[in-house]
């Protein structure tokens, strides 16, 4: 329910729709877990690239693609830290793979921020460490990794982007999930996470 909810696809067409819908886009979509963004955005004109390690995702995508309930794209089991392609793109999409304590951001960034074309789009969600606090108290956040934010937009910008967007991500869970994520940000103007949107210069 997490991975193919539809409202995980509003911030990502608010942010970035112009790009992601350019006729002959092409997009690179990190770490994909089961083709959200192919079944619920339909870029009839833009071309996707996806990847993740999870095998059983290969023959999902057959199905997926041959049924025609997403679009043709391509597809690669591939690990985040071996992924490799000569391609540059127009969008590189990298959702839900930052807040994994085995995942480094520093690490990761040099080799995605040269898949993106210059005029291209980065777009990536990360935890917050001022957060972090709150969501020990909570008990949930032994398996997360969090970072301050404006050490990852020295990054960024160090790299060669300027930062069109750093947007708190309010959950999508609704209940009592929706309402604490609701008033850390009304009271504290605190978010367990944010959307980085960086163009490439």
């Given amino acids: ?119 291209g789009l980065l777009y990536f969600d990360i935890q917050d460490q001022r957060a972090g606090p709150l969501w020990r108290a909570f008990r949930k956040d032994a398996e997360f990794r969090r970072y301050d934010l404006d050490d990852v937009a020295r990054v960024l910008r160090d790299a060669g982007f300027s930062i069109e967007a750093c947007e708190p991500a309010l959950g999508i869970k609704g209940g009592l999930d929706g309402v604490v994520r609701k008033a850390m940000w009304g009271v504290a103007s605190l978010a367990n996470s944010y959307v980085f949107v960086a163009r490439k210069i």
């Fill in 1 to 119: 329910d997490f991975f193919v909810n539809p409202r995980r696809m509003e911030m990502l067409e608010r942010l970035a729709g112009q790009d992601l819908r350019a006729p002959g886009a092409e997009i690179l979509n990190a770490a994909c877990g089961p083709f959200a963004l192919e079944f619920y955005l339909g870029l009839s004109a833009a071309h996707i690239t996806s990847f993740d390690r999870e095998e059983r995702l290969q023959p999902l995508h057959r199905e997926l693609t041959s049924r025609r309930l997403i679009l043709q794209s391509d597809f690669k089991v591939a690990d985040v830290y071996t992924f490799t392609t000569p391609q540059m793109f127009d969008v590189v999409l990298i959702n839900d793979l930052f807040y994994s304590r085995y995942i480094d951001f520093y690490a990761l960034l040099p080799r995605y921020a040269a898949f993106v074309k210059p005029g």
